[in-house]
Structure formats: C-alpha cells, structure tokens
C-alpha cells in the first residue's frame, strides 16, 4: 500500500523583512507518522503552521531543516502523487469544469490517455450536467466539488486538504463532508485535512493532530474510535470533542450553577 508519510523534526522559519522585528518560527520541531490509507486532521490555534505542514508535504514550500518522505522517498518537490484542494476551489475562471478538471492532466501530457478519467470523476463529485459550465455559473459547493475532482483526477497516493470546506454553509458542509469521506474509502487513498472545526475533524478522521500554538508542535495525537458512519449527537462523540477542545485549552468549566426564579 502506498500513501505513508513519515515526518521528521521539521522546523520551518519564515525571515522577516524587518530587521527590527524577529524571524517567525512556525514549525518547531514537529515530527509524526501517518500510516497509509489513514484519514488524519491537523487542528490548532490560527497561525500555528497547519497549513505551512500542508504545503511542505506538497512540495510547495520548503522546510528550514527536517525532511518529509513519502513512501521512503524524500519530498522535495510538488509531484502528481500528491493531489491539493483548498479552501477556495481556485478553479480556472476561463475554463469550464471539464476543462478545469483535465488541466492537470493536460499538464502532464497523459490526458489522451487519461481522457475517460475526466469523466468518472465529474460523476464521482455528482457534477453530471454541469460538465460545460463555468465556475460563475456554479455554487460554491459545486465549485469546491469541481475542486476535489481535479485533485483527485491524476490518482494521487495522498490528498492534501486544506480547509477545503470552511467557506461553505453548514449544510452543504456536511453533505461535502460525506462525499469526501466516500471517495476516501473507495480509492483507499491517504487524507490530511487542515481544519478548524473539531466537529468536523472528529466526524471525518482516524486521527485527530492537535498542534499547538506556535512555534507549532504536536499536542496530542488522539485516535477517534468511533464506527462510521458516526452520530454527531452520541456521547462518545461529545466527549472526544471536550477532549481536544480541552487539549486546546478551549474547553471551558462551570463548577456551579445558579438558578434565580
């Protein structure tokens, strides 16, 4: 099985083009094993580095000092065996969705070959129909679905998400959550999800990462055992969400209630 990353000790320094204010440490050390075919959420205070992590798993930044491997292999550049959705879809505004999604296809010159993938995966994210539309003439979910095709179209070992949901309203979130989660289980692929939202991390992930503030390092490692498809409303649920809102020091406590008639 392919699709395992191994961090280790990545710190990442951002210089500062001031030179009366000090370099931004954003990764600390942060060092963690993910195993293939696992569905991992990093959470953490803004601006803790969670998306900077993403980005150096991408290839698309690189680490100060520490090293990233997928598959034993070092990652030192983006590859098609990483696909990427962010927050926004970042969809091409001049190419309809069937042209967005072959974009990186055609980059590649494999389309040719590839050219019957396009169309799987305009059904697999439920865009049949809208296959000459643009991206104005879409919703933001379709958008956001039109995202994940394309990222998903070149068969990437590992999808990377970076808050690809946080723009979305809170029904067409959770719709969006559930395709993921079903297109995670047949392709069997590795997931790393930069979320805010504990609900969400707790409902989609084997592990949750809880990150702390920065210089950003790893907190806690919680495994979600929980059967899927999972009650937002069980108790099992609610206490793992106390748990990490309590890692985050965000949980809260009200030692006694006072009731005034």
């Known amino acids: 099985m392919v699709g395992e990353i191994r961090i280790e000790n990545v710190y990442k320094k951002f210089k500062s083009l001031d030179p009366t204010t000090d370099d931004v440490v954003a990764l600390n050390g942060f060092s963690l094993d993910i195993k293939p075919g696992s569905f991992i959420s990093l959470i953490g205070p803004s601006g803790c580095g969670k998306s900077t992590l993403l980005r150096i798993i991408g290839g698309l930044d690189k680490a100060t000092s520490g090293e990233i491997y997928l598959d034993d292999k070092l990652i030192k550049k983006p590859g098609s065996d990483r696909g990427f959705a962010f927050q926004g879809s970042n969809l091409f505004p001049w190419l309809n969705v069937e042209r967005n999604i072959a974009f990186g296809l055609k980059a590649r010159h494999i389309y040719k070959d590839k050219k019957k993938d396009v169309s799987e995966y305009v059904k697999l994210v439920g865009l049949e129909g809208f296959e000459k539309s643009y991206p104005h003439q879409l919703s933001g979910g379709m958008q956001q ?20 949901l946080g723009a979305l309203d809170a029904f067409t979130r959770m719709n969006l959550q559930d395709e993921i989660l079903n297109i995670w289980k047949e392709h069997n692929m590795t997931m790393i999800m930069v979320t805010h939202d504990v609900d969400e991390a707790i409902y989609m992930s084997d592990q949750v990462v809880v990150m702390s503030a920065r210089p950003s390092k790893v907190e806690a490692v919680i495994d979600i055992d929980l059967p899927r498809p999972r009650a937002r409303a069980q108790d099992t649920f609610q206490e793992y969400r106390t748990r990490i809102l309590n890692v985050l020091n965000l949980g809260g406590k009200v030692d006694e209630i006072e009731y005034y008639l």
Do not use: I, K, Q
């Not at 998903?152 to 999808?159: D, E, W």
């Open 145 to 164: 679905r039109a995202s994940l095709a394309r990222a998903l179209v070149g068969h990437p070992a590992v999808l990377l998400l970076d808050e690809p």
